[in-house]
């Protein structure tokens, strides 16, 4: 039985045909949001952080996919937060209730809105030499 002959230089060109067919770019990144609020005047134990992606104002804030968890975030006895790995192609609701041994407080009104990022498509030139 004979062996076909194929030689370095002939698998060389089916690799660079076969190459640009497997080439799928893709661009994938998340978003952060920054809160920064004054501390409430009561006697505090911790803040909660609640999101949502739907735009009805009401309850429930039931946000998911933060790298920090679903809603509510406890974010502790801070006054600044950063919630990361959002979709950057969502608008996000946000709002903010203080926390006692015993109770929680009504939700922060009106709830901050963070509108989708617009970003420019990428380019990708494919230069081949003949």
């Given at each position: 039985?004979k062996?076909?002959?194929?030689?370095?230089?002939?698998?060389?060109?089916?690799?660079?045909?076969?190459?640009?067919?497997?080439l799928?770019p893709?661009l994938?990144?998340s978003?952060?949001?920054?809160?920064?609020?004054?501390a409430?005047?009561?006697?505090v134990?911790?803040?909660?952080?609640?999101?949502k992606t739907?735009?009805n104002?009401?309850?429930?804030?039931d946000?998911t996919g933060?790298?920090?968890?679903?809603?509510?975030i406890?974010v502790?006895k801070?006054?600044?937060?950063t919630?990361?790995?959002?979709?950057?192609?969502?608008?996000?609701?946000?709002?903010l209730?203080?926390v006692?041994?015993?109770?929680?407080?009504?939700?922060t009104s009106?709830p901050?809105?963070?509108?989708p990022?617009l970003m420019?498509s990428?380019?990708?030139?494919i230069m081949?030499?003949?």
């Amino acid at each position: 039985m004979k062996t076909p002959h194929v030689q370095l230089s002939d698998l060389l060109k089916i690799t660079l045909l076969c190459f640009p067919l497997l080439l799928i770019p893709s661009l994938s990144y998340s978003r952060d949001i920054d809160f920064l609020w004054t501390a409430n005047p009561e006697p505090v134990t911790s803040y909660n952080l609640y999101y949502k992606t739907d735009s009805n104002s009401d309850v429930p804030y039931d946000g998911t996919g933060a790298n920090e968890g679903d809603s509510p975030i406890p974010v502790g006895k801070v006054t600044s937060f950063t919630v990361t790995g959002l979709s950057p192609n969502e608008t996000y609701y946000f709002v903010l209730t203080a926390v006692n041994d015993t109770e929680e407080s009504e939700f922060t009104s009106p709830p901050a809105t963070y509108e989708p990022i617009l970003m420019p498509s990428p380019t990708i030139t494919i230069m081949s030499q003949n």
